[in-house]
């Protein structure tokens, strides 16, 4: 059971994140919050895998409480709903650690999939959003450093490099005639070996060091 908690000032959207989790297989609604001006303690002792974390709230902003709550409890993923596709933001969210990006006129099934995949390694973006996040870094929005290899093999070098170009864990195990399960032991290793938490972590990080040539 992937057990997610709601960040979200809009009563109407929060309850309706409520129901949607709750009805949906696999997925528990923990808690769900008005604001995330304490964050990191109202999660102390919560039992929780996933955030659905909105990005604009009174007080302390989406993008903040994420830092902390990333700084304090580093295995719980959090996945930014916003109404925004502003660049800052998107940037600010990835570089804090956000796993995901999803804009809030996604439908519910949307949510659904990003949840699950985040919760199994992967980085549910917007389609959009996506592009843009490999806009930005192409562009170079943080100052390159020199090329490192990190000690990647050959194949995790090829996962990652599909992963930079915004392939879903199913269309790298095609691509690379592996399977899928292989596909996600090949991420852990790469996780690991970059020292990050995420799949938009992993692809900030290889472009950044110019570990792949996209």
């Known amino acids: 059971m992937i057990?997610?908690?709601?960040?979200?000032?809009?009563?109407?959207?929060?309850e309706s994140f409520r129901l949607l989790l709750?009805?949906?297989?696999g997925l528990e609604c923990v808690a769900?919050?008005?604001?995330?001006?304490?964050?990191?303690?109202?999660?102390?002792?919560l039992d929780c895998h996933v955030i659905l974390m909105d990005i604009s709230m009174p007080g302390r902003s989406g993008v903040e409480a994420?830092?902390?709550?990333?700084?304090?409890?580093p295995d719980i993923n959090i996945v930014i709903q916003s109404i925004f596709d502003d660049d800052e933001y998107i940037f600010k969210a990835i570089c804090n650690g956000a796993s995901g990006y999803l804009l809030k006129n996604a439908e519910p099934a949307t949510y659904v999939k990003a949840i699950e995949e985040v919760y199994e390694g992967g980085s549910p973006m917007t389609p959009g959003i996506a592009r843009r996040v490999l806009q930005l870094f192409r562009e170079g929005?943080?100052?390159?450093?020199?090329?490192?290899?990190?000690?990647?093999?050959?194949?995790?070098?090829?996962?990652?490099?599909?992963?930079?170009?915004?392939k879903s864990y199913k269309m790298i195990a095609d691509v690379l005639f592996i399977s899928l399960e292989t596909v996600k032991?090949?991420?852990?290793?790469?996780?690991?070996?970059?020292?990050v938490h995420s799949g938009t972590e992993a692809v900030a990080k290889a472009l950044k060091h110019k570990i792949t040539n996209l």
């Open 141 to 166: 929005y943080t100052p390159p450093t020199p090329k490192e290899d990190f000690n990647l093999t050959e194949q995790e070098r090829k996962v990652l490099h599909y992963l930079v170009a915004g």
């Open 22 to 25: 709750q009805e949906a297989e």
């Open 3 to 14: 057990k997610v908690a709601v960040f979200e000032d809009n009563a109407h959207l929060r």
């Open 32 to 45: 769900t919050f008005s604001n995330a001006n304490d964050a990191v303690e109202q999660l102390r002792n």
């Open 66 to 73: 994420t830092k902390l709550i990333k700084e304090a409890y």
């Open 185 to 195: 032991t090949h991420l852990r290793n790469i996780y690991l070996k970059l020292q």
